[in-house]
């Protein structure tokens, strides 16, 4: 999971399995929130990918990319406020999601969001045309 520390982590881990090969997650803590409690919310999905190649290129390439997750949650963590601290889960419904990706040779992919997206899919690219993932 990504780091509870108040700033915002997002991340994308692909395998080579064929019946799970991605995973997505994101965090964010909720800057509304009153008193003393703190709130983070976690998005986390896994499932499979179908990628279409486009243009291939020295550096790397374009693809169009569906991610059709196999399950879908939220995960709230409320903590620091006593006997109400807890962790609170979700299941969300599955939506097969479409994009364009652009991966940069040797460790960095771009995630085009212009498609029309359903609630929880904003989560990818959170209001910006692009999100970008880097190698850890």
């Known amino acids: 999971m990504p780091d509870l520390d108040g700033n915002h982590h ?11 090969n991605y995973e997505f997650a ?32 020295a550096d ?16 709230v963590v409320i903590s ?16 097969t999601s479409y994009y364009r990706l652009r991966y940069i040779a040797p460790d960095h992919i771009s995630i085009n969001c212009n498609w029309e997206r359903t609630e929880w899919q904003y989560l990818m690219c959170e209001g910006a045309d692009w999100a970008s993932f880097g190698r850890r």
């Open 26 to 57: 994101t965090v964010w803590r909720d800057p509304y929130g009153q008193g003393v409690c703190k709130k983070n919310h976690i998005y986390w999905e896994q499932g499979k990918t179908t990628f279409h190649l486009l243009e291939a290129a």
């Open 80 to 95: 620091n406020c006593d006997e109400l601290s807890q962790t609170l889960g979700y299941e969300l419904p599955l939506v």
């Open 10 to 20: 997002q991340w994308i881990r692909f395998y080579d399995e064929p019946a799970r």
């Open 60 to 75: 790397g390439a374009f693809a169009h990319v569906r991610f059709e997750p196999t399950a879908a949650r939220l995960i």
